[in-house]
């Protein structure tokens, strides 16, 4: 991700609200992707967002250069999704779906409207699968896979060790293929040995 | 070739396949794989699966999503009260408080569990009332269950692991049933702690009583619910003490 000027960043640390107020502009692109692949709305994501912000504010005096400040938004952003999904699971006991999510950008040797609603399946079940992963599985999956960090860089995020991630990491995908068998439609049974 | 061996050469592919591709392979992994049709098919796998992860395309987010967003975030900022010394002090005056609240309430709270088994639908819906009640007013969803959690984990898990002198002084206060020294809890606790967490449902009704109470005397946000819980906490923290 990139990162804000400097400048702008010690201004805001300083509490100089135009300088906050371009950071968040700044970043809050790049943190609504990162909510809403935690919390599958835009909706919920926007409202996760403001609390990021808040929380963001609040602490950025303390923030140190010790990591870039990208990995410590994204930090608090992973913690408020999170945090937010168990509420809402403890607070209605389901989750709610992620959004229906186009495949577009899949492999194009399958060229047919047949094969588009095959991609787009198994877009939805992967999507799904995501959702069902242990927490911080699904955090580091979405981070490597989807954020496509670094090792270090979602280890820095998650604050954990690299060998964590990578455990995770492994776990998650043996996780989701465990999970794409089960649930394998027929649409799928050509594309199941692969997943 | 052992399923050992396999296991530690398929665990080490699912990061090669996210990067470099084949050519960041060791040569001892290469090697086990050009005699290991288990291994070809997992690292075809893990590619396929990675390759499928990588191609979700979210969908756009809605043209309007950020009407609004700054003078929302702001009202929020400003309203918190004198945030940043909120930040620093809020948090530790509130759970002293709530420390308080626990200290004389959980023995009250944690017999009428005990008690009275057959409340516990009643408590659940009247805590759905709450809930409800205070979702309706506050119309921010986010913002209260943010405000409920911190509140009830400082209430529940509240460990005193910093060496604030003033902690200091109400830890050596605090009633002997609390658990409140670092570390891990002796098993001794074990037991303590299993009716704290049966209790911590009402313990958030009561913090939700509290809030509709407050918004129903006082046309406020959270704004100034934080302040008047902080201040509340404040003066219970002194007359505590002192």
Redesign the interface.
């Known amino acids: 991700m990139a990162e804000i000027a400097p400048d702008i960043l010690a201004r805001a640390q300083g509490g100089d609200a135009a300088a906050f107020n371009e950071l968040v502009r700044f970043y809050r692109q790049d943190l609504l992707r990162v909510t809403y692949r935690f919390v599958g709305n835009y909706e919920d994501a926007r409202d996760v967002l403001q609390l990021v912000f808040i929380k963001v504010y609040q602490n950025i005096e303390r923030w140190e250069p010790r990591a870039p400040f990208w990995s410590w938004l994204y930090r608090i952003a992973v913690n408020e999704s999170l945090g937010w999904k168990k509420r809402e699971k403890r607070r209605y006991g389901v989750v709610s779906p992620i959004e229906e999510t186009p495949y577009p950008d899949a492999p194009s040797n399958l060229a047919s409207p047949l094969d588009d609603v095959a991609r787009e399946e198994i877009g939805e079940r992967l999507t799904h699968a995501i959702e069902m992963l242990p927490e911080m599985q699904r955090a580091t999956f979405v981070l490597r896979y989807r954020e496509e960090l670094s090792v270090k860089e979602t280890a820095a995020v998650l604050g954990c060790a690299e060998g964590t991630v990578k455990a995770n990491g492994f776990h998650a995908i043996r996780r989701l293929r465990q999970i794409l068998r089960t649930e394998e439609p027929e649409v799928m049974s050509n594309e199941s040995t692969a997943l | 070739m052992s399923p050992l061996h396999c296991n530690t050469v398929?665990?080490a592919l699912?990061?090669r396949a996210?990067?470099a591709g084949p050519a960041s392979l060791s040569p001892t992994l290469v090697e086990h794989m050009s005699k290991c049709p288990a291994c070809q098919s997992e690292r075809?796998?893990?590619a396929?699966?990675?390759?499928?992860?990588?191609?979700?395309?979210?969908?756009e987010?809605?043209a309007d999503?950020?009407d609004g967003?700054?003078n929302?975030?702001?009202r929020?900022?400003h309203g918190?009260p004198v945030?940043?010394v909120?930040?620093r002090w809020g948090r530790s005056i509130v759970g002293l408080a709530a420390m308080l609240v626990l200290g004389f309430g959980l023995g009250a709270v944690a017999m009428r569990v005990a008690r009275s088994d057959g409340d516990t639908s009643a408590a659940a819906d009247r805590q759905a009332r709450v809930?409800d009640a205070v979702r309706t007013e506050l119309g921010?969803?986010?913002?209260l269950?943010?405000y409920l959690?911190e509140m009830q984990s400082i209430l529940v898990a509240y460990r005193a692991t910093d060496h604030d002198p003033s902690m200091d002084v109400f830890r050596r206060s605090l009633p002997s049933g609390m658990v409140a020294g670092p570390g891990a809890p002796a098993d001794a606790d074990r037991q303590r702690l299993e009716r704290q967490r049966a209790t911590r449902e009402q313990l958030r009704s009561l913090v939700l009583g509290m809030l509709v109470t407050e918004i129903e005397s006082e046309s406020h946000g959270f704004a100034y619910l934080d302040r008047r819980v902080a201040s509340i906490a404040g003066q219970q923290l002194l007359y505590f003490i002192h």
């Not at chain 2, 396929?48 to 969908?59: H, K, V, Y």
């Not at chain 2, 921010?140 to 913002?143: D, I, Y």
Request: aromatic share 12%; proline share 7%.
């Open positions: 398929q665990e699912w990061e996210a990067s075809r796998a893990v396929e699966l990675i390759d499928a992860s990588r191609s979700l395309t979210d969908p987010p809605p999503i950020w967003f700054e929302r975030l702001w929020e900022i918190t945030s940043r909120w930040a809930e921010n969803e986010a913002r269950a943010s959690d």
